[in-house]
């Protein structure tokens, strides 16, 4: 088989931002070349993935449930379901989660 094939209930869930939130990985850094990494996110109502930077990727994300508010040094953003998000390497950023329901996202990290 050359096709890859990870159900979602064999990756298990881990904390993400010292335990703001969860995620469950697909795919590692260095599985795939240039993709650092691929994961499914959750973010509890009321919960941030606080101020922070990638130095050794670019961050891609598309909004699967919730809506809250994307943060960099010339504003903030309003986000819902199907909006994507470009954080090119380097750029400091923060997610919150301003709705009533958990915030889920898919989250791509390239080199």
């Known amino acids: 088989m ?3 094939k990870k159900a979602a ?3 298990q869930l881990e904390p993400a931002h010292d335990g703001a939130g969860s995620r469950k990985l697909f795919v590692k850094n260095d599985e795939i070349k240039n993709i650092q990494g691929i994961t499914h996110g959750w973010l509890r109502s009321g919960g941030i993935f606080e101020w922070h930077k ?3 990727c670019n961050e891609f994300m598309y909004v ?3 809506s809250g508010v ?3 040094e ?4 309003v986000f819902n379901v199907g909006d994507f998000f470009i954080f090119p390497l380097g ?7 301003t709705g009533d329901d958990v915030f889920e996202a ?3 990290r390239t080199k």
């Not at 010339?74 to 953003?77: A, H, I, R, S």
Request: zero cysteines; aromatic letters at 10%.
């Open 2 to 4: 050359k096709v890859i």
């Open 9 to 11: 209930n064999d990756v």
């Open 54 to 56: 990638h130095d050794d």
């Open 64 to 66: 699967l449930k919730g």
């Open 70 to 72: 994307v943060r960099d």
């Open 74 to 77: 010339d504003g903030e953003y």
């Open 91 to 97: 750029v400091f950023h923060e997610q919150r989660n």
């Open 106 to 108: 898919v989250f791509i």
